[in-house]
């Protein structure tokens, strides 16, 4: 029969880890929300992202082409906002939690595993200011893409006006490719999909074909983006007649 | 093979509340001499390295065979047990430290009771208790018993704990050796009586979602025992409860 649980305390010395709070609290609930809101929805969304991005490959008409086409889905802030800002805000903000309250030790255990430990914390966080600097610039000033998506192109373009900007744009891909491909690794191990060495070695192999694949897309469509002469950025006057309407 | 004498710098601590500070030790060389050997010689011989008296140096031991799981300590900065560490294979001057994550008894003597206690929420055991005899239990099959036997070979050395970035006083983790312990008694037919019981235990505040996934403690651990597939399997379960729960409810 299961004993009562003990009631006698512990010998308590100052300093100690406090033992498993069994039945307590939600932190469960939280942590494995923000593991699934990489996935779901931020990771899909990940996806789409660099995909819609890819059609520069295919010139400014056919880039305004999918601009227009995501700025047409109805309720379109609202599926931006519960879709993407939020689950984006939940997962960095628990994410800098999650960091904050671990003690990454990479100095006296430099192992393969606590290497990727880390760079999951660091490649988080350069993704959330690339993020804020991205959305910034192309999102939330100048010229309303949603509202004008003949000017998305052009709009991009000039992002790329120095060297500097470039490597940040760089930057910001490989971490955000490097995270979201580490991240379903992680996911398949802590949610019990690859239990075995084997199979998390292998999925481990289908990772980083994942992750080179994103980089690979990020680089082409930058590649693309700098080399098609500047696209107008002011809304064309005829775009101007059929949007004010709305 | 070094047959100059072996040089220790070791971190003392006289009690809980006093200051720690470090003290050398000489020994002469000799082979197969390892660190618990070397603490001994100290103790028959308490001098610091420039002559001064001092007092033996405190430390759990038992088993002097990696079997007890009572010396685990930190060997040149990393957590290992003692009496397997051989001087010949150490860098040196050998600085040995307490564990760092568990409170200083004294020297390098540590309260490793919250191991105990994490066991105990989780109900590591197999309950055999009633009011009459229950006879035989069920018989493991051949294929779970060889998946229970590395697990049960945890000597409780808190190794695993000591290494892992998530175990500390912020979050409070269960650590990968308890999740192990209930995966051995969940495996186990009769301990399947548990099983929910357990699992619901690990989704406590500290329990097995603070796992970052780092996969020290597999490197770490003595025994060789397969934490990270430990924490996999018992992650699956955990989830699969949880949902299943969320669903019945
Ligand atoms: C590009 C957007 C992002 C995507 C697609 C993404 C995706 C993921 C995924 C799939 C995981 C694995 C789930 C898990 O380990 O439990 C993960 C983990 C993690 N993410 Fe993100 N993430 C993004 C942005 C961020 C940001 C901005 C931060 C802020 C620091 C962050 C911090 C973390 C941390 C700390 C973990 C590891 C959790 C752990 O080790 O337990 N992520 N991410
Ligand atoms: S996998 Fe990493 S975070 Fe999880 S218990 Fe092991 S050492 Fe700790
Ligand atoms: S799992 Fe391994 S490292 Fe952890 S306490 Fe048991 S024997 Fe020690
Ligand atoms: S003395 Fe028993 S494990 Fe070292």
């Known amino acids: 029969m299961a004993a009562a649980p003990s009631t006698a305390a512990p010998i308590k010395l100052p300093g100690g880890v406090s033992p498993l709070r069994a039945g307590q609290g939600h932190s469960f609930l939280w942590r494995r929300l923000h593991s699934l809101t990489g996935i779901v929805p931020v990771g899909l969304f990940l996806i789409e992202h660099f995909f819609s991005n890819a059609y520069a490959t295919k010139g400014p008409g056919a880039y305004t082409k999918q601009v227009a086409f995501l700025s047409s889905f109805p309720f379109v802030v609202t599926l931006e906002l519960l879709g993407i800002w939020l689950p984006i805000l939940y997962h960095s903000l628990y994410g800098f939690y999650i960091w904050y309250r671990g003690d990454s030790n990479i100095r006296d255990y430099p192992w393969a595993g606590n290497w990727m430990y880390a760079a999951q914390r660091w490649t988080g966080a350069i993704a959330f200011f690339y993020m804020g600097w991205h959305t910034w610039h192309l999102r939330f000033s100048g010229v309303h893409i949603l509202t004008y998506p003949a000017a998305a192109f052009g709009k991009v373009q000039l992002e790329f006006h120095s060297p500097a900007a470039v490597a940040f744009y760089a930057v910001g891909i490989f971490c955000a490719s490097w995270h979201f491909a580490y991240g379903l690794w992680l996911f398949a191990a802590k949610w019990g999909i690859t239990q075995g060495p084997v199979s998390r070695r292998r999925w481990g192999y289908v990772c980083i074909l994942i992750a080179l694949v994103f980089m690979a897309v990020g680089a082409v469509t930058m590649h693309s983006f700098m080399t098609t002469p500047q696209q107008p950025v002011e809304p064309a006057a005829s775009e101007l007649d059929s949007f004010t309407m709305r | ?249």
């Open chain 2, 1 to 249: 093979m070094p047959e100059k004498p072996v040089l220790f710098k070791i971190r003392r601590q006289a009690s809980p509340a006093q200051k720690a500070y470090w003290e050398e030790f000489e020994l002469a060389w000799h082979a197969g001499m390892n660190v618990i050997s070397s603490l001994m010689e100290i103790a028959r011989n308490p001098l610091t390295r420039d002559g001064k008296a001092t007092t033996p140096i405190t430390y759990d031991s038992n088993c002097l065979e990696e079997v007890c799981g009572s010396c685990a300590m930190l060997i040149n900065g990393k957590a290992r047990m003692a009496c397997s560490a051989l001087v010949a294979k150490l860098e040196q001057p050998i600085r040995l430290e307490a564990l760092s994550k568990f409170p200083i008894i004294r020297d390098l003597s540590v309260d490793r009771s919250v191991l105990f206690e994490n066991l105990k929420r989780v109900k590591a055991w197999v309950p055999i208790d009633g009011t009459y005899d229950l006879g035989a239990g069920p018989r493991l099959t051949m294929e779970d018993q060889e998946q229970a036997y590395p697990l049960s070979r945890c000597i409780s050395c808190c190794c695993c704990m000591e290494v892992c970035p998530q175990f500390n006083r912020q979050t409070g983790f269960v650590g990968a050796a308890t999740i192990s312990q209930v995966r051995l008694f969940n495996t186990h037919p009769t301990g399947a009586a548990l099983k929910r019981q357990r699992l619901q235990a690990l989704m406590g505040d500290g329990g097995i979602q603070e796992c970052g996934y780092a996969q020290n403690c597999v490197e770490v651990c003595p025994k060789d025992i397969p934490l990270t597939r430990s924490i996999s399997e018992v992650g699956g379960a955990v989830m699969k409860q949880a949902i299943g729960d969320l669903l019945r409810r």
